[in-house]
């Protein structure tokens, strides 16, 4: 039976494992980001150190961005711009491919993440749906037709513009780039910056989440116009506040004002806005469910050709 590797490389935080899916998980490990050349490191001494387990078939990698998904694009698997130090133009797919010579699959987080839940989790039997996480930054990944969404580079659903009223919220946005995008208003750092408190420390009742619930909705409001998705999943740790998920539905409701006619939008509000069905796990599943699409040639890889 083939056996995968995936990474789930985060801004803060690596995830590798090794196993088949979520019922067999044989070897997995965490560490903090550091810099390229230390964490790749430790990258490899992991799968080194679990040789034992068998040959891998293929490894995912979920990556931190902005990256090159494109597997056309000499830089395919790339990281590119990131402002994280040291990290910008390092060939992160290329490096594992270099330790561990087998096929290499490569996109960003979110939308691996969104495939670990059209495998294993919430998007099962699903064509078409969109994750969403919010915690240090805000991303979003999304299927349509059976296929995650690329094009000159991949979403970058956290800088939308979302209506923000300065009388009522003076917060200026914490995004380095755009100020008050959807990701500058609503991410875990910007709600500890406006109310100076960090977010886990915030009682389920304080007035924050009602602010949260109301931007958070606002951006779902538009991707749900956009792209008219079955289902909108939304992970990350800021969405560990589980008072979030009925504000942000009724807030949708809200928004749409009876214009939509989807009965499964409207009658079935509470399965169409919903938690990852693999939690927290989505990221580092979704790097195995990745390398399992690799083997299966229905996912493009780094391979041992080259692209
Ligand atoms: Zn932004």
Request: aromatic share 8%; with cysteine; hydrophobic share 40%.
């Amino acid at each position: 039976m083939p056996l995968y590797g995936g990474i789930e490389g985060g801004g803060t935080k690596f995830v590798c494992a090794i196993g088949t899916g979520p019922d067999d998980i044989r070897a997995e490990i965490r560490f903090d980001t550091g810099a390229p050349a230390e964490t790749l490191a430790q990258v490899a001494t992991f799968f080194s150190e679990h040789q034992a387990l068998g040959p891998l078939s293929a490894v995912g990698i979920a990556s931190f961005g902005p990256i090159d998904p494109d597997p056309t694009s000499a830089r395919f698997g790339y990281v590119t711009t990131t402002p994280k130090p040291g990290w910008a133009h390092t060939d992160f797919a290329g490096a594992v491919h270099s330790m561990l010579r087998v096929p290499v699959g490569f996109d960003t987080d979110v939308n691996v993440a969104a495939l670990g839940e059209h495998r294993w989790g919430a998007a099962r039997e699903l064509d078409t749906f969109v994750y969403l996480t919010v915690g240090t930054g805000i991303g979003g990944g999304a299927m349509a037709n059976g296929a995650l969404i690329h094009g000159v580079m991949h979403p970058e659903m956290g800088h939308i513009r979302v209506p923000h009223d300065l009388a009522l919220d003076p917060y200026p946005g914490h995004c380095p780039y755009h100020g008050d995008c959807l990701e500058g208003l609503c991410c875990g750092p910007a709600i500890e910056e406006r109310w100076g408190v960090p977010s886990e420390n915030l009682a389920p009742d304080h007035p924050a989440w009602e602010l949260e619930a109301r931007y958070l909705a606002s951006g779902v409001m538009n991707f749900l116009l956009t792209l008219a998705p079955q289902r909108i999943i939304m992970g990350g740790g800021v969405m560990h506040q589980q008072q979030l998920f009925p504000m942000i539905r009724r807030y949708v409701l809200e928004l749409l004002n009876g214009y939509l006619q989807a009965e499964r939008v409207i009658a079935d509000i509470d399965n169409y806005i919903l938690p990852p069905g693999l939690g927290d796990r989505a990221g580092v599943l979704g790097a195995i469910a990745l390398a399992e699409g690799v083997h299966r040639c229905e996912l493009p890889a780094l391979d041992r050709a080259g692209v």
